[in-house]
DNA sequence: CTGTGGTCCTGTATGC
DNA sequence: TGCATACAGGACCACA
């Protein structure tokens, strides 16, 4: 499950390797996988050809490969998308959508075992796509106004959790890191974003990103193999999870069992005692 | 504009 | 053993 420490591990291993490479091959598996790309599989692949890649770049979970000639590579993981960068002589993985070859180097393999990722081509989106300009900038990101966020945030009605997985208020953040900012900053999940105080929004904010951060540092949350990075290695933040998929387990603060409850048909893990309902 | 709930997708786990 | 069902959930869309 992707967030935005997920896909900022993915990021920086296509960093290290996919600038100055110019693309030879894109062979499409699953036509699924460029659904958004609205010309078609046969485009898609025809129209990347002889393109060379800059930088990778991420706002929330969107990732983007910019081209050298103003174009990009958009991608997003959804719940079960990979890029691999494995050699030729490696195997495909059996959920491989889209292998792309480039002129040296190892083969960048897009694997996407639910279908909820994709690519496409975004025409002029090298320094940011149109098509993600819904997509509020995340809590990583320097520029960041934080003041007008907590203002944003409390303009909302609905429960604040919603709030925090709305990618139009702030982005990058998903199920789990919302649980674990919830937890840190004893907030339940279902209280109104409205009856929430600026300093309470603040903490919370401020909790997401502590945590997110803590995740990046050491590769991200992986439970299965649905996340691993570049190089098909897990991340070591499940670990470290204080909430999230904790049900049964005592609270880190004061060992209540956590509890999971049914909430925008996901589930959402607290702690009863430390989480009130206000 | 805001808010809400349905839908897509496949593999794994569980129940009868 | 087999079949049905629940679950995982990010983004988008229709509709109120």
Known sequence: MPELPEVESVRRGLAAHVPSRTIVQVEVLQPRSVRRHLQGPDDFASTLIGRTFGEPRRRGKYLWLPFEDGDALLAHLGMSGQFRLDTTDQPRHSHTRVAVTLDEGPEL???????????????????????????????????LDRRALVRRVRTRSSAIKRALLDQSV??????????????????HHGRPANDLSAVTVGRLLDAARDVMEEALAVGGTSFDALYVNVNGESGYFDRSLAAYGQ????????????????????????????????
């Open 109 to 143: 393999r897009f694997v996407d075992q639910r279908m909820f990722g994709g690519l496409a081509l975004s025409r002029g989106g090298a320094d940011a796509p149109p098509e993600i300009a819904h997509i509020a900038p995340d809590l990583l990101n320097p520029t």
């Open 170 to 187: 702030v982005s990058g953040i998903g199920n789990i890191y919302a649980d674990e900012a919830l937890w840190r900053a004893k907030v």
């Open 247 to 278: 049900e049964g387990r005592p609270c880190g603060r004061c060992g209540t069992p956590i509890v999971r409850e049914h909430f925008m048909n996901r589930s959402s893990f607290f702690c009863p005692s430390c989480q009130s309902r206000g």
